[in-house]
């Protein structure tokens, strides 16, 4: 079983930036696929980034590339998203996954999920 806890979501002004963190419990984060993903209010959860198991390898949503970047530590189980030029449409609630997999994966059918953190953007 593993647990997931997000943190480091809040308010901030558009322009602005964000760090969140996902820190894992068990044994298995070192060879797990993370992934993060965010939904909006009356919005289906959607795909943000993915890092492998190693980190060598990062997949975003087109909306967030170039201004997100996920990385992970696997030496403190933590992997971490880090949000720059934040606009008004990243306001969301956003969700670490952890999928028994190792590559990147775009896909939401992640094994566990965090509880979310949310993020608001204000113009």
């Known amino acids: 079983q593993v647990q997931l806890v997000e943190s480091g979501g809040g308010l901030v002004q558009a322009g602005g930036s964000l760090r969140l963190s996902c820190t894992a419990s068990?044994?298995?984060?070192?060879?797990?696929?993370m992934g993060w993903f965010r939904q909006a209010p009356g919005k289906e959860r959607e795909f943000v980034a993915t890092i492998s198991a190693s980190g060598g390898s990062t997949r975003y949503a087109d909306s967030v590339k170039g201004r997100f970047t996920i990385s992970r530590d696997n030496a403190k189980n933590t992997i971490y998203l880090q949000m720059n030029s934040l606009q008004p449409e990243d306001t969301a609630v956003y969700y670490c996954a952890a999928k028994r997999f190792g590559l990147v994966y775009v896909r939401s059918d992640y094994d566990y999920w965090g509880q979310g953190t949310q993020v608001t953007v204000s113009s």
């Open positions: 068990g044994r298995t984060f070192s060879s797990a696929t």
